[in-house]
C-alpha cells in the first residue's frame, strides 16, 4: 500500500510527539495532533488552568470525542500530514501508516522528569499520572470505539521505544513509507 500519510498512536509518555517532530524535519508534511485539539479547546475554557486537563479531558462527553476524531480523519483526508492520535480505529481505510509505540512505564516516567507539563513532579507521580492516563484513555477507545486502542492488530508497526534508539524507529517508518513520498 502506498502511504499518503504517517499516524502515530501509542502509550502516554512512550515518545509520540517526540517521533513526529523529528520526522517532520524529514518530510516537511505539516503536524495535526488530537492532543493538541483538545488542549486547544482547554486552554479555551480554562485560561488560568483552574483544572488539570487530564482532569478536563476525563469529563468530555463521547459526542465531543467522536466529532474531534472526525475532525482529524478530514484533515488526513485532505492533506499528506503528521499525526498523533490516540485511537487510530476510524483511519483504517485510508491510506495511512498506522504506528502504535510502547515503552515500559518506568522508562516513560523517567523520560518526563523535568518536563514543563508535570510541573516538577517526582518520578513516583509522573508514574502515577501516566497509569492513570492510560487507563482513562482504555475507557475511551472501549466505550467510543469498542476497541482497546493498545491492541497490536489496530496497526501496521508497533515499535518499542525503549528498546529502539530514534534514528532507528525513524529508518523503520521510512522504510515502510518506501522512497516515493
Do not use: C
Request: hydrophobic share 40%; aromatic share 12%.
Amino acid at each position: 500500500m502506498k502511504y499518503q500519510s504517517i499516524v502515530f498512536s501509542g502509550l502516554p509518555g512512550a515518545g509520540k510527539s517526540t517521533l513526529v517532530g523529528k520526522l517532520k524535519e524529514i518530510y516537511g508534511w505539516p503536524i495535526s495532533s488530537v492532543g493538541d485539539l483538545w488542549r486547544a479547546k482547554w486552554a479555551k475554557l480554562y485560561p488560568n488552568k483552574e483544572i488539570p486537563f487530564e482532569e478536563y479531558w476525563r469529563t468530555t462527553s463521547s459526542e465531543d470525542n467522536r466529532q474531534v476524531n472526525i475532525d482529524f480523519r478530514e484533515k488526513i483526508i485532505k492533506n499528506r500530514l503528521l499525526g498523533d492520535s490516540r485511537y487510530t480505529i476510524y483511519l483504517r481505510d485510508l491510506p495511512v501508516l498506522l504506528v502504535f509505540l510502547v515503552a515500559d512505564l518506568e522508562t516513560r516516567a523517567k523520560r518526563g522528569v523535568g518536563l514543563p507539563k508535570y510541573n516538577g513532579s517526582s518520578q513516583e507521580e509522573i508514574k502515577d499520572i501516566l497509569y492513570r492516563r492510560e487507563a482513562d484513555e482504555v475507557a475511551a477507545s472501549e466505550g467510543l470505539f469498542k476497541y482497546d486502542y493498545r491492541a497490536a492488530a489496530n496497526y501496521h508497526l508497533v515499535l518499542n521505544t525503549a528498546m529502539l534508539s530514534q534514528d532507528e524507529e525513524i529508518a523503520i517508518v521510512k522504510s515502510l513509507m518506501g522512497s516515493k513520498i
